[in-house]
């Protein structure tokens, strides 16, 4: 079974702190992927990674940056957190010759 | 207009019912097409993935994909309450990673 994990499912975090979300996959994907899901706004994609240290903005990059130093681990960052980044954050992760995205369980993050 | 559009729900049926979840899209270029299971405070799951047109069976869940009206569909057969969640359904283009994703449709199967 894929496995998907984040570290943490629930995070409170102040206006203008930096904030770390870790995405580890077991699976040997090349691609992985950050989300976030808003009500009526659907999944929208801020990162992708398609290997070791490479990257590509998604629809959203502003004021998030990742990181991807090993295959099965990627990295989301609030540089300085806003309460407008309050949101559900979902990872994802696949092989580059598959079309499937596997995700993990999502955290839920809330900045006041 | 958006790429992908499914309606938000929420749906209630009794339990026992069949299901018709659906989502239409504008761009004739998507081949790939997923439908996602999501229940509430989780992460989505992947429940049925077809590749280009027709249909595709698994238990009680059927997706069809009609590519001539850009129109996809899954069928839920003798729903259950535990079937009640988020459906959302996402959708590709060959040689890129990106998908498409409808806002989901909220299910509620009454016991």
């Known amino acids: 079974d894929v496995k998907v994990t984040q570290s943490s499912r629930y995070l409170v975090k102040r206006t203008g702190e930096k904030v770390f979300l870790e995405c580890v996959q077991d699976?040997?994907?090349?691609?992985m992927f950050w989300y976030r899901q808003d009500p009526g706004l659907g999944l929208r994609l801020i990162y992708f990674s398609y290997d070791v240290k490479m990257k590509e903005k998604g629809d959203i990059p502003e004021g998030y940056s990742v990181s991807r130093e090993k295959k099965e681990r990627f990295s989301l960052i609030l540089e300085s957190a806003s309460t407008n980044q309050t949101s559900m954050y979902l990872c994802?992760?696949?092989?580059?010759?598959?079309?499937?995205?596997?995700f993990g369980p999502g955290t839920r993050l809330l900045v006041l | 207009q958006k790429e992908v559009e499914q309606d938000p729900g929420p749906l209630s049926v009794p339990e026992g019912a069949i299901v018709s979840l659906n989502c239409t899209y504008s761009n004739s270029a998507f081949q790939y097409f997923m439908w996602y299971r999501q229940y509430s405070r989780k992460g989505p799951e992947l429940l049925m993935y077809?590749?280009?047109?027709g249909n595709k069976e698994d238990g009680r869940f059927t997706a069809q994909v009609d590519k001539s009206s850009k129109y996809i569909s899954l069928f839920i057969r003798d729903s259950q309450p535990s079937d009640s969640a988020t459906y959302l359904c996402?959708?590709?283009?060959?040689?890129?990673?990106?998908?498409?994703f409808g806002t989901g449709t909220r299910l509620k199967v009454l016991a």
């Open positions: 996402a959708m590709s283009e060959p040689g890129t990673y990106k998908y498409i």
């Open positions: 699976m040997d994907h090349e691609n």
């Open positions: 077809t590749y280009s047109s």
């Open positions: 994802a992760s696949s092989f580059v010759s598959q079309e499937t995205q596997y």
